[in-house]
């Protein structure tokens, strides 16, 4: 079969013939690979910057994907801790981490949409106690998760969401998704006054908000909860104090860990329900695997979904 295969953190993986792989742990089964993104985790992992990765080289790449079966079933399936990946005509799987799906759907358009879409899901459902009517600010909204992130806490009975971003242009398409307003970073106030904030950004942007929008709250005393979730702006942001002692603010991360795996793989079902219904808006591009190494790096408002 064929794969890609990553020998180093310091370079793209490169598409060649691999053995074929082989069930080994108990309940596991080997499956045909339709479709696997390119998410930001899988760059991360990959490279060795997200926590969750392993110093483990040679890597095939690829966290999840929708795969074929042995029954010939359709599943979305979760691979984030090994070391032969959804980047292969073939790969393992454990079923329990999967979930079949409704006949008829695009692998393309539910590989690009799961990972991005299922981390405002877990961290809604899961992480908080989010109720209908509150009020919601995504930081990062004119990325791909960000741009999920407004459409599912709309779904989920928010009553404003608030997109902020850096690109007007980007920021401009947001409203047609749910966003009752958009905001850049320097305008921090006029958010003032939602429940929770889904930070797709973290690092210096994320610090550099937090004061001005806590100091314009009608009233400091209501709680808001900051959910961590990305870092793409850096791994560490400088929060000052006077943000915690002045305001009942709480914040907290949702990823991998935080929330249990199997609490992930129970929301599974609901989001590729949501995403085979065409509810939520999917930017994917399908690339040949073989075109690996080319596209392993470039910039793209689509997410890259490699097909045999």
Known sequence: MHAAVLTSFDAPPVYGEQPEPVAEGRGEMVVEVLAAALHLLTRAKATGAHYSSTSALPL???????????????????????????????????????????????????AAAMNPAMSSWVALRRRIEFSAGQRVLVLGATGNAGRMAVQIAKQFGAAQVIA?????????????????????????????????????????????????LLTARADRGAPLTWVQIGSVAGPTAPVPSVALRSSRLQIVGSGIGSVPAREF????????????????????????????????????????????
């Open 60 to 110: 095939v790449p690829g966290v999840d994907g929708v795969v074929r079966d042995e029954a010939g079933k359709l599943r979305y399936a979760v691979l984030d801790d090994t070391a032969l990946g959804t980047f292969a005509d073939r790969t393992v799987i454990d079923p329990r981490r999967s979930v079949v799906l409704p006949d008829g759907v695009d692998p393309v358009q539910i």
């Open 164 to 212: 902020a971003g850096r690109d007007a242009g980007r920021l401009a398409a947001l409203p047609a998704l749910g966003a009752d307003e958009t905001i850049t970073f320097d305008q921090a106030e006029r958010a003032a006054d939602v429940d929770v904030v889904l930070d797709y950004v973290w690092g210096e942007p994320s610090a550099r908000m937090m004061v001005p």
């Open 265 to 308: 793989v129970e929301e599974l079902p609901m989001l590729a329900e949501a995403v085979a219904e065409g509810t939520l808006e999917v930017r994917a591009r399908a690339v040949p695997l073989s075109r690996v190494a080319e596209a392993w790096g470039a910039q793209s408002d689509d997410r890259v979904v490699f097909v045999p």
